[in-house]
């Protein structure tokens, strides 16, 4: 699972970080650091506009439901999961169209029992900024429906970061992002990319935080300083 992620550098730092020119992103602007973005908010999503402009940020909900899900009383979406995400019937179509990147610097992740849960902070070993897979069925310059928004594709935790969860976020170097948000890349081989390329455990390191990260809406670098 990803319910919790940090974006606390500037949208011009992530654009450098999968590979954007630098004429792209020198007019991307300051942004707020965020050290404890929550789903139900607006993160900051990389996608691809059209074939006949750049690619571009924007700040698009955490979370799907589409009107029929809704109807059935199925609670929100937050994450997709590898093993279904491609073709089943609730993403399917946005995996198809709608590949977008989620650039984070780390995600939260929790353990122990309820009432006493230790939260624990996962990030890359180089500390760089790392570029989550994510879909949506959000469109630039559409009138958005009811339920609209991203969700980050998950996949089956290995190794030691089973120690903290049993699904972890699919991340992904620079320019297989890049071929992410492609759309011309066929719905298959978007799937293999997820499920065969994506960045693996040792990449990555976790250490105990602060429990003040486990309210909502509490910000500061001191959430992600180790305890």
Not at 69 to 79: F, L, R, T
Not at 104 to 117: M, N, R
Not at 192 to 221: C, H, M, Q
Request: hydrophobic share 40%; glycine share 8%; net charge negative.
């Amino acid at each position: 699972m990803c319910g919790r992620i940090t974006q606390h550098r500037l949208r011009a730092e992530y654009a450098a970080a999968i590979g954007w020119p630098e004429d792209h992103r020198k007019w991307l602007g300051n942004t707020n650091p965020a050290y404890n973005v929550a789903p139900g908010t607006s993160p900051w999503v990389m996608h691809h506009l059209n074939e006949d402009q750049a690619d571009e940020i924007d700040q698009i909900h955490w979370g799907y439901r589409p009107a029929w899900a809704a109807e059935k009383g199925i609670p929100m979406a937050i994450n997709a999961r590898i093993e279904k995400a491609a073709t089943g019937r609730y993403f399917r179509h946005m995996w198809k169209s709608g590949r977008v990147i989620v650039p984070a610097d780390g995600w939260y992740e929790w353990t122990g029992e309820k009432g006493h849960k230790q939260p624990w902070y996962i990030r890359l070993k180089a500390d760089k900024p790392m570029l989550m897979a994510a879909i949506t069925n959000w469109k630039p310059y559409k009138e958005q429906p009811e339920g609209t928004g991203f969700v980050i594709v998950t996949a089956a935790a290995e190794a030691g970061l089973l120690d903290v969860h049993d699904r972890r976020p699919v991340v992904l170097a620079p320019e297989d992002a890049q071929l992410w948000l492609d759309p011309d890349l066929p719905a298959e081989q978007a799937e293999y990319l997820a499920r065969n390329v994506a960045i693996g455990p040792d990449a990555f390191e976790w250490y105990e935080v602060s429990t003040a990260v486990n309210k909502p809406g509490t910000n500061g670098p001191e959430l992600i300083a180790p305890v």
